[in-house]
């Protein structure tokens, strides 16, 4: 069986590679009806945050990357990882090093300089005496010569020469492990099968196969995803915009879109660029994703977003963008409008955020006029239009958009005047601006008394 892993370290929010990563495990692990877990790699006390992690798990849940098992929690088990590490000492796989911090940064130092690779000279890893009290930590003895070697899924065969590899600290003098030797038992005792991560940690593999070699775990498979990058070629960053997947949530995006753009970014079938969850898990496999870096386009997301607005149904669509109006500080009071006027927004708002904003002026009656639409449709000239259709829409039988038509026609031929000339001034009455979804749906949308309400406080506007 296929169990995959995502295993973030809560040292910030959820980055949207990592979002892509998460994806991808869960992507391999769905299609393969295999397991995904998701490990929080909290090891480190000092970086790892309690706000980072809940910005993890609820990325994860609102993106639709539901883990079967999980969360684990590093930090709940330290024991284990140093019964480790003491096992491997007591089988002579690793040493204690009692060199200081001071003497090793000098060796370090002086290694730089003259142009050698500042690995741990290997002092005491042969050392047989008794350190005393003195602190020590524990060193996982590397192969000093051969190869290690991978078949990346992603990569094809990846080589390492085992000089390469240093004597790899495991368990510090405060007692504290290791990410490299962290990962590799819980990934080993977990059951993961495939490790899909991003390939900034190619180099960490090779020392992780020589531990499990170490420990007697069977060494899982590796896949290494290029990262991703923004239009400039450097690597994703906030000046490229939002890197955090709840910014895009905050934003206004459907997680729908994010997926599929997530999915797309690095991964391809043919040239197909819509794709549902279920079809994404049916067709997802590691054997199509690039070797190089991706980039990340804002426009082909923005598109992606518009059109999951268009295709998602839209009671969906209405239940989600209630908050965002709730945001912009109004309440949504008739929920029945919430439909019609997704239906009137869609085609045109590419976020949830601005439809919210798009549709501001059905949710507050004292809506504020823009300069230029008043100083054009609300003068003395438009006064009489606007009282005549008031008094007109008073008798309207109903708000059937041929009663409202037939009332607008024949103010136009009573005034002679064009139907623009009728129409504009009733839209920034209603709605402050001089374009807006039809009219004849902003009408039956915002309803009769606010409609009336609207007309009379524009026809008081004008002096
Ligand atoms: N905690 C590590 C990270 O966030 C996990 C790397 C891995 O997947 O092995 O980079």
Redesign the pocket.
Known sequence: MIKTRF???PTGNLHIGGARTALFNYLAAKHAKGVFVLRI?DTDVERSKEEYTKDILEGLSWLGTEWDEGPHFQRERMDLYREHAFRLLAEGKAYKCYCSPETLEEKRKAALKEGRKPNYDRTCRDYTGDGGDRPFVIRFKTPISGEVSFDDLIRGKITFKCEELDDLVILRSDNTPT?NFT?VIDDALMGITR?I?GDD?INNTPRQIVIYEALNYGVPEFAHVPLIHGKDKGRLSKRHGATSLLEYRNDGFLPEALMNYLARLGWAYGDQEVFSKDELIEKFNLGNVGKSPSIFDMDKLLWLNGHYMKTLPEEEIARRFEPFVERLGMKVRNRDQLVPIVMNLRERAKTLKEMAEMAAFFFKDDIQYDDKARQKFLTPATKPVLERFLSGFRGLKSLDTEDQRQLIEGLAQETNKKLVDIIQPIRVALSGKTVSPGIFEVISIIGRADVEKRLERAIASIT
């Open positions: 295993a973030p370290s790699e990410y990962v490790i991560r940690h």
